[in-house]
Nanobody, 127 residues
Framework: QVQLVESGGGLVQAGGSLRLSCAASTPTFSTSVAGWFRQYPGKQRDFVATISWSGATILYADSVKGRFTISRDNANNTVYLTMTDLKPEDTAVYYC????????????????????WGQGTLVTVSS
């Protein structure tokens, strides 16, 4: 069973930047799609970004396009989310996940229904 540990969240002013990290303990990570999702209080998780195993294919939610960058380090089983020009509406708990049976598009659409999640990392953007 995959274990996911997200880190890097915190309090930042609007316009600031943060880099989130996610360590995934699964032997299939280097051949699996990975993604970031975020969750507002009382809402379901929303797709933020997905990246193919090679990094060649990347998808972003429209709300973060041009501001967020997803990347991965397969040697260290880690996926990153670099967030710039942060806005108060980016305030949420951020989660990562990985799945060997999905591609970037199906991960974006269906990834929220994966059963195993980490504890997430809270990002708070003040205005």
């Amino acid at each position: 069973q995959v274990q996911l540990v997200e880190s890097g969240g915190g309090l930042v002013q609007a316009g600031g930047s943060l880099r989130l990290s996610c360590a995934a303990s699964t032997p299939t990570f280097s051949t699996s799609v990975a993604g970031w999702f975020r969750q507002y209080p009382g809402k379901q998780r929303d797709f933020v970004a997905t990246i193919s195993w090679s990094g060649a294919t990347i998808l972003y939610a429209d709300s973060v396009k041009g501001r967020f960058t997803i990347s991965r380090d397969n040697a260290n089983n880690t996926v990153y989310l670099t967030m710039t020009d942060l806005k108060p509406e980016d305030t949420a708990v951020y989660y990562c996940n990985t799945d060997p049976h999905k591609d970037t598009r199906s991960m974006a659409v269906m990834g929220r229904y994966l059963e195993v999640w980490g504890q997430g990392t809270l990002v708070t953007v003040s205005s």
